[in-house]
């Protein structure tokens, strides 16, 4: 009977199994009339976007239409998982579009952090990666910083066109939507519906009042992200929810820190010299001898070492090591996804040993602070 249902604002099939996945509509609500999922129902009556997700293939499938369109792309990316949150491919699809890089969650950077610079370091950024942009903007989506100039970007690049919004999951997609749709869009028109071009995933056009839309594309899953690979009891304890604090470590060689139980830095060889680490305020920092490092994670994970919890801790992948060598006179970060990034004053150089589960990214840049 239940197949047979569909949903009256986008016309998915409804289903009653899975909340994270399309269609889905609680047991009780399904003897609502008119029954809608509950993805409209949320954007219909709290003017909430929620995410739905896909992987990065289906992701860039879906989306080759976009560049046989006149349209913006706002492409949403996390300031704190800047390598991971990056959409590697999207000047493929989106043509000759023009894309706005907007930089989210601003507020987690130290109190003192001089913007001009950080605005500068993006733009580097993404020419080094290869994407062509109209305009960076930073802002902060959840603490409503810098939203005035998203929406100046919009309404300079946009001259009358469709706005796709793309994102990795956690970005702020939705947090930014929402405020798009109280702020931005037409709250009289009625969002429309209709399918991605041979797809099943329906595709919700947030009306604008000069008659284009707004239109979520689903959240991209990266598989090197640890925000993917944790459980959403760690997630909610990983996710920074406090400006940064730097933590500068004097180390000698052949000393170890913990971050919580998630990574381990080793510095293996090189003077003694000082490090900085950006790490997320949920994570605790703990230093110790490269000799006992093993012992006392043996001794100490889900405890001492944590998060994760001790219960999360086999659901993990197993650790593996990346040697990082920062040469002498060089001043790079180590950035590690989910987890934050480890600045080196590399005057004398220094040879180092990132462990982190397997598949989390690990990368080298130049210094964003
Ligand atoms: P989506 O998956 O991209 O749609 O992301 P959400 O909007 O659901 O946000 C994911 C997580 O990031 C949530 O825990 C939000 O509270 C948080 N978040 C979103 N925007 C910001 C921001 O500007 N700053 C901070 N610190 N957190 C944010």
Known sequence: REDALHCTGCGVALQTQDAEKLGYVPEQALTRTPVICQRCFRIKHYNEASSITLNQDDFLRLLTHVG?????????????DFEGSMISGLPRFVGNNPIVLVVNKIDLLPKA?????????????????GLKVAE????????????????????????????????????????????????????????????????????VRIP????ASIIDTPG????????????????????PDKPVKPLVFQLNE??????GGFARFDFVQGARQSFTFYIS???????????????????????????????????????????????????????ISGIGWVKVNGEAGADLVIHVPKGVKVAVREPLI
């Open 113 to 129: 952090t001089n913007y001009n610079r950080i605005l500068n370091w993006v733009q580097r950024q993404a020419k080094e990666a």
């Open 136 to 203: 960076v903007v930073l802002c902060s989506a959840k603490k409503n910083m810098g939203f005035e100039r998203v929406i100046e970007a919009l309404d300079k690049h946009r001259r009358g066109r469709d706005i796709y919004v793309v994102g990795a999951t956690n970005v702020g997609k939705s947090t930014l939507i929402n405020r798009l749709i109280r702020d931005y869009s037409d709250l009289d028109a009625e969002l429309t519906t209709s399918q991605y071009p041979g797809t099943t995933l329906d595709l």
């Open 220 to 239: 991209i899953v990266y598989q090197h992200r640890l925000t993917e690979l944790v459980s959403k009891k760690d997630l909610a304890k990983l996710m």
């Open 281 to 335: 305020n949920a994570l605790q920092a703990h230093r110790t001898k490269l000799e006992r490092a093993d012992e006392l994670y043996e001794e100490h994970k889900g405890g001492l070492l944590s998060p994760p919890a001790r219960e999360e801790l086999d659901k993990l992948p197993k650790w593996v090591k990346h040697p990082v060598r920062i040469p002498k006179g060089s001043n790079l970060d180590v950035s």
């Open 254 to 259: 052949r000393q170890t820190i913990f971050l």
């Open 208 to 211: 604008l009042e000069d008659g």
């Open 68 to 80: 046989s369109t006149q349209s913006l792309v706002i492409n949403i990316v996390d300031l704190f």
